[in-house]
Protein backbone atom coordinates (compact mmCIF):
# COMPACT_ATOMS: atom_id res chain seq x y z
CA UNK A 1 0.00 0.00 0.00
CA UNK A 2 1.43 3.42 -1.25
CA UNK A 3 1.42 6.31 1.60
CA UNK A 4 -0.38 9.04 1.30
CA UNK A 5 1.38 12.37 0.76
CA UNK A 6 0.17 15.81 0.07
CA UNK A 7 2.48 18.47 -1.53
CA UNK A 8 2.91 21.94 -0.47
CA UNK A 9 4.57 25.11 -0.57
CA UNK A 10 6.07 27.09 1.93
CA UNK A 11 7.72 30.31 1.70
CA UNK A 12 11.28 30.36 3.78
CA UNK A 13 13.21 33.57 3.94
CA UNK A 14 16.52 33.31 1.72
CA UNK A 15 18.68 33.66 4.97
CA UNK A 16 17.30 30.83 6.77
CA UNK A 17 16.97 28.85 3.56
CA UNK A 18 20.66 28.85 3.04
CA UNK A 19 21.20 27.62 6.93
CA UNK A 20 18.59 25.12 6.73
CA UNK A 21 20.61 23.84 3.74
CA UNK A 22 23.77 24.26 5.51
CA UNK A 23 22.48 21.67 8.40
CA UNK A 24 21.27 19.70 5.89
CA UNK A 25 24.85 18.83 4.41
CA UNK A 26 26.07 18.63 7.05
CA UNK A 27 24.28 15.86 8.17
CA UNK A 28 24.23 14.09 5.02
CA UNK A 29 20.33 14.85 4.57
CA UNK A 30 18.04 16.62 2.11
CA UNK A 31 16.23 19.30 2.86
CA UNK A 32 12.80 17.65 3.07
CA UNK A 33 14.16 15.62 5.58
CA UNK A 34 15.44 18.33 7.83
CA UNK A 35 12.14 19.60 7.35
CA UNK A 36 10.25 16.31 8.39
CA UNK A 37 11.75 16.10 11.23
CA UNK A 38 11.22 19.61 12.76
CA UNK A 39 7.61 18.83 12.05
CA UNK A 40 7.48 16.23 14.00
CA UNK A 41 9.53 17.30 16.64
CA UNK A 42 7.07 20.00 16.66
CA UNK A 43 4.27 18.10 16.93
CA UNK A 44 5.57 15.61 19.05
CA UNK A 45 6.30 18.58 21.77
CA UNK A 46 2.36 19.39 21.97
CA UNK A 47 1.48 15.66 22.87
CA UNK A 48 3.75 15.43 25.87
CA UNK A 49 2.31 16.31 29.32
CA UNK A 50 3.42 20.33 30.32
CA UNK A 51 5.68 19.75 33.74
CA UNK A 52 4.19 20.87 36.76
CA UNK A 53 5.61 23.70 38.27
CA UNK A 54 7.03 23.49 42.19
CA UNK A 55 4.41 24.89 44.49
CA UNK A 56 6.36 25.72 47.58
CA UNK A 57 6.89 25.18 50.07
CA UNK A 58 7.88 21.40 49.49
CA UNK A 59 7.53 19.85 52.88
CA UNK A 60 5.12 21.54 55.05
CA UNK A 61 6.00 21.86 58.46
CA UNK A 62 3.67 21.63 61.58
CA UNK A 63 7.07 22.73 63.83
CA UNK A 64 7.83 26.37 64.84
CA UNK A 65 8.25 29.06 62.96
CA UNK A 66 11.68 30.70 62.80
CA UNK A 67 11.60 34.87 61.41
CA UNK A 68 15.31 35.44 61.25
CA UNK A 69 17.05 37.99 59.20
CA UNK A 70 20.34 37.48 56.98
CA UNK A 71 21.89 39.66 59.42
CA UNK A 72 20.95 37.49 62.30
CA UNK A 73 21.87 34.03 60.49
CA UNK A 74 25.03 35.23 59.42
CA UNK A 75 26.54 36.28 63.05
CA UNK A 76 26.29 32.12 63.50
CA UNK A 77 27.83 31.04 60.62
CA UNK A 78 31.59 30.87 60.09
CA UNK A 79 33.05 31.56 56.87
CA UNK A 80 36.69 30.54 55.85
Do not use: C, W
Not at 4 to 15: G, L, N, Q
Amino acid sequence: MKQERVRTTVDIPAPLYRKLKEQAAARGHSIRELVLVGIRSVLQQSQRPRSKRVQFPLIVSEGPKVDLSNKQIYQYVEFP
